[in-house]
């Protein structure tokens, strides 16, 4: 629900209730091709445009061109073809098997989609100077960044631009220092090393460097920013208005160098070598599903290791829809998921669709516990319906649950070792005249059993 | 999908259609109250005219439903406010958007095609005396999408 507000107030500023949902919803921001217009280079939104796919409208996953020369996420056009026979940007003929994939694209979307928080962040830098230096007359560590600012001619685009935010300036802003982490930055601000976000110094040193170092799977974001600051010249000279980012940088890249080095070339190489990878070339077969019987799909069904529960439409639309699945997958993408992945992404989509019928409800539990997933919660499996479900978040989610059997285990294995050692100690002692240790030794072994 | 629906209400809420409002509905995010102006120099002029819009569960592979609130005199539009619009049935493409939708709706507003009708009185009414009905229609849009009593004007 509150996704509805992460970007839009990106342009209209509104309440501030709206900023504080932004912050408060890390987990799936949408992104705009808006959202380069009130940059450095507004022409970006153009690219943007191009790399999103026209019926879903995010990024091309897995794309595949027709023959007459669209490009759309495999998945999408795949579910569109299977109620019509024609392209939906140019309305000729089309079916799936003139579907072909389309490596290069893919590799391109998936680089920049990586590198585009940090372009976003980049671009907009100049902007945010432009504010600091009406209203923040700051210390020393400023009077660069003014000369700098100076030397920037502004464009008429972010003239406008600045003009709009002008009235967050003052005290409020300085006070709604938070909540402005990724675009706003009025405080006196520096990158965090790990995740390479803006932050009020204050608060980077205090607590943010250390919340950072515990969460590891920010580190893969700090990789595409690294890469940029290095590798493009031009943008590199703008990180120099941040004086304390940059020593942060610098101290930081000796550790994410060998990362950084992977990051850079990882598309092009994995596009060099999508040739020689061993493809699992086995298409789904196009069944004539109306005229299996009912005991024949569930053998088909049986087979493939899915669900097999329902009646005959519940599973004709199943297997229609992990052909799909498979077939986009194994066929037209350059990072095939494995099996197990694409079970979840089916039980997923059928928890979506079928929601009302508890008997499938029951399946795709037990489709999951066949993945070895037993202790689903509520929560998480609503997070199914988005498609993306965050293994990491779920790992964090559990993580308590997951300390707390740990705990419980090395307790129940100190007592049973305790209670060992009691024991043997104790056809030692016997002789002793100490009888009441082992009893009550025993006895709380078992309690907290 | 989720994450499209939220890209077009997004984009329609910051980057609006001049003479469209679209806005979705509190407590359902598919359901979306529409305002489209009446185009210039078309019967409808200065009328604004209200329609609901609503995206059906396969959306984009369906085309949304959308639906004239407010009376309206129009060869395509029947006495329901139910549009006959081709990318609303068999043109309809995933590639399309809300916005382009209601951009169509907005076009048929300033050129009706009573040579493929709906409201087949109207129609009739507009070959044989197209002065009488587009007078009608006029008088349709006075008596019914005036802004003061149709809508409290939004801001």
């Keep these: 629900m509150h996704q509805e507000f992460t970007k839009v107030d990106s342009y209209i500023e509104k309440t501030s209730k709206n900023q504080s949902m932004k912050t408060s919803s890390h987990a799936e921001t949408v992104t705009n091709p808006r959202d380069f217009l009130h940059t450095n280079v507004p022409q970006l939104a153009d690219l943007d445009s191009l790399l999103r796919c026209h019926i879903c409208k995010d990024f091309l996953s897995a794309s595949v061109l027709t023959p007459c020369g669209h490009s759309f996420c495999s998945i999408c056009i795949r579910k569109y073809l299977q109620k019509e026979s024609k392209c939906p940007l140019c309305l000729s003929e089309l079916t799936e098997s003139m579907l072909q994939k389309e490596f290069l694209v893919q590799e391109i979307c998936s680089s920049y989609v990586k590198l585009r928080d940090s372009l976003l962040q980049h671009l907009t830098k100049p902007f945010n100077d432009d504010r600091r230096n009406n209203e923040i007359k700051m210390t020393d560590d400023y009077i660069e960044v003014t000369k700098e600012r100076r030397r920037t001619p502004d464009s008429p685009s972010l003239v406008g631009a600045s003009a709009k935010k002008r009235k967050h300036d003052g005290i409020t802003s300085l006070l709604m220092k938070k909540k402005t982490d990724h675009r706003h930055r009025e405080e006196k601000t520096a990158q965090c090393p790990i995740c390479s976000k803006y932050l009020p110094l204050s608060e980077l040193e205090a607590s943010h460097i250390d919340q950072c170092l515990l969460s590891s799977n920010t580190l893969e974001r700090s990789d595409s920013f690294e890469i940029l600051d290095e590798r493009t010249p031009s943008l590199s000279a703008e990180t120099q208005d941040q004086p304390m980012a940059d020593v942060d940088t610098q101290s930081s890249s000796a550790v994410l160098k060998a990362d950084e080095q992977k990051g850079v070339t990882f598309h092009n190489e994995r596009y060099l070598n999508s040739g020689l990878q061993q493809r699992k070339e086995v298409r789904l077969p196009r069944l004539d599903l109306q005229s299996l019987s009912a005991a024949q799909l569930k053998q088909k069904l049986a087979y493939l290791g899915i669900p097999s529960n329902g009646n005959k439409q519940q599973m004709v639309a199943r297997y229609k829809h992990y052909e799909m699945l498979w077939n986009s997958n194994f066929f037209d993408s350059i990072d095939p998921v494995d099996e197990i992945e694409l079970k979840r992404r089916l039980s997923s989509w059928e928890l979506k669709n079928n929601a009302d019928h508890s008997s499938d409800g029951n399946s795709i539990t037990n489709l999951l516990r066949g993945n070895k997933r037993s202790s689903l919660t509520a929560s998480m499996i609503k997070l199914f319906n988005t498609d993306r479900f965050d293994r990491n978040a779920w790992v964090k989610h559990h993580s308590s649950a997951f300390k707390e059997l740990k705990l419980e285990a090395m307790a129940s294995h100190k007592q049973a070792k305790l209670k060992k050692e009691n024991l043997s100690q104790s056809s030692i002692v016997e002789a002793e005249p100490n009888p009441e240790t082992i009893p009550t030794d025993t006895k709380d072994t078992e309690t907290n059993q | ?155």
């Design chain 2, 1 to 155: 999908m989720q994450s499209l629906q939220t890209q077009e209400t997004e984009r329609l809420v910051s980057d609006p259609v001049p003479g469209i409002t679209a806005e979705p509905h509190d407590d359902n995010l598919r359901y979306f109250q529409v305002t489209i102006e009446g185009p210039q120099q078309s019967p409808y002029e200065n009328g604004i005219f209200q329609l609901e819009l609503f995206l059906p569960d396969d959306y984009p592979m369906e085309a949304p439903k959308v639906r004239f609130l407010t009376k309206i005199y129009h060869p395509n539009i029947d006495r329901l406010g139910r549009i006959c619009l081709d990318v609303l049935k068999n043109n309809w493409s995933p590639a399309l958007q809300i916005r382009t939708v209601l951009l169509s709706v907005q076009a048929l507003l300033a050129s009706p095609n009573p040579n493929d009708p709906l409201a087949n009185d109207v129609a009739e009414e507009w070959i044989k005396h197209e002065d009488t009905a587009i007078a009608e229609a006029k008088q349709w849009t006075e008596l019914y999408a005036k802004p003061t009593q149709s809508e409290p004007q939004p801001e």
